[in-house]
């Protein structure tokens, strides 16, 4: 260890947990000390994770148990240390692979995530403040839009609805806030998700939620903050990729019967092939 710090190598080392053998010489050791192969987790958080998403990530990485993330999240003390206005750090994680050295703490590999995601919105701060919002705000119209949209050109379309019906004080009616936090929403959503009452629900609150729904990558935060210029209030799905908009009502109606005898075309086309298909 003399050469170790004869050569500078000791002010070079990380800290962290490192894999050593047995049969190694003290320069092997050396060597993986001064490159700084420190045993680490990979956590992938993918755009649209929400937070029961993440903390299995989180858990399969061993970095904590799906328990102990929850309660981090949602902590009082934890949100003011970070400074979020939010019931949780819900939103405020940016999607990415992180690299966590193994031994540290949750709230610091937490606490790195939130940076990242700070960030990446410092590229919009100024526009925020020019249409007037706030931080929470911006994700959490962001978030919305990364659970809507499946292609990235719809992004500022659907943004645009939601602003424009901000602006005209109607209610957003945005489908995945009606089933945060009591539903999966991989599944269907169904008149009866529609109709529960939430702090979350946009079909029965004003505005926009108390919080973002999901962790939204910076295709979406961009579209929350530079919305199309197009006057759409509605927007129905097509199939599993695109929306058709409208402006009023009448059109949208228009536009939801067409899917709704779509979908119908769909099962009767797909009862009547398993028909045949018994048959033979």
């Given at each position: 260890?003399?050469w170790g710090?004869?050569?500078?190598?000791?002010r070079?080392?990380?800290?962290?947990?490192?894999s050593?053998?047995?049969n190694?010489?003290?320069?092997?050791?050396?060597?993986?000390?001064?490159?700084g192969?420190i045993i680490?987790h990979?956590?992938?958080i993918v755009?649209?994770?929400s937070?029961?998403?993440?903390a299995?990530?989180?858990?399969?990485?061993?970095?904590?148990?799906?328990?102990?993330?929850?309660?981090?999240a949602?902590d009082p003390?934890?949100?003011?240390?970070?400074d979020?206005d939010?019931?949780?750090?819900?939103?405020?994680?940016f999607p990415?692979?992180?690299?966590?050295?193994?031994?540290?703490?949750?709230?610091?590999?937490?606490?790195?995530?939130?940076d990242s995601?700070r960030?990446?919105?410092s590229?919009v701060t100024?526009?925020?403040?020019?249409?007037g919002?706030?931080?929470?705000?911006?994700?959490?119209?962001?978030?919305?839009?990364?659970?809507e949209?499946?292609v990235d050109?719809?992004?500022p379309?659907?943004?645009?609805?939601?602003?424009?019906?901000l602006?005209?004080?109607m209610?957003l009616?945005?489908?995945p806030t009606a089933?945060?936090?009591?539903?999966?929403?991989?599944?269907?959503?169904t008149?009866?998700?529609?109709?529960?009452?939430?702090?979350?629900?946009?079909?029965?609150i004003?505005?926009?939620p108390?919080?973002?729904?999901?962790s939204?990558g910076?295709?979406s935060?961009?579209a929350?903050?530079?919305?199309?210029?197009v006057?759409?209030?509605?927007?129905?799905s097509?199939d599993?990729?695109?929306?058709?908009?409208?402006?009023?009502?009448?059109?949208?109606?228009?536009?939801?019967?067409?899917?709704r005898?779509?979908e119908?075309e769909?099962?009767?086309?797909v009862?009547?092939e398993?028909?045949?298909h018994?048959a033979?």
């Amino acid at each position: 260890m003399i050469w170790g710090r004869a050569s500078g190598v000791d002010r070079r080392i990380r800290a962290g947990y490192y894999s050593i053998w047995d049969n190694m010489s003290p320069f092997d050791i050396l060597a993986i000390l001064s490159e700084g192969q420190i045993i680490a987790h990979d956590i992938r958080i993918v755009e649209g994770d929400s937070l029961p998403e993440i903390a299995h990530a989180f858990a399969e990485a061993g970095v904590a148990t799906k328990e102990d993330f929850m309660k981090l999240a949602y902590d009082p003390d934890f949100l003011a240390a970070h400074d979020i206005d939010a019931p949780s750090i819900e939103g405020y994680i940016f999607p990415d692979t992180y690299r966590i050295p193994k031994g540290v703490p949750l709230e610091d590999a937490v606490g790195l995530m939130i940076d990242s995601m700070r960030e990446k919105l410092s590229r919009v701060t100024e526009r925020a403040k020019e249409i007037g919002m706030t931080e929470n705000q911006v994700l959490t119209l962001a978030s919305i839009i990364e659970k809507e949209a499946a292609v990235d050109s719809e992004r500022p379309l659907i943004s645009a609805v939601y602003h424009n019906r901000l602006n005209r004080k109607m209610p957003l009616q945005a489908d995945p806030t009606a089933v945060y936090g009591v539903k999966r929403p991989s599944g269907k959503i169904t008149r009866s998700d529609l109709e529960r009452k939430t702090p979350y629900n946009t079909y029965f609150i004003k505005g926009l939620p108390p919080g973002p729904i999901a962790s939204p990558g910076m295709k979406s935060i961009y579209a929350a903050v530079y919305p199309a210029d197009v006057p759409y209030l509605y927007f129905v799905s097509q199939d599993d990729h695109v929306h058709h908009f409208s402006t009023t009502l009448a059109e949208h109606r228009k536009a939801v019967k067409l899917y709704r005898e779509r979908e119908e075309e769909i099962k009767n086309s797909v009862k009547e092939e398993g028909t045949s298909h018994g048959a033979s």
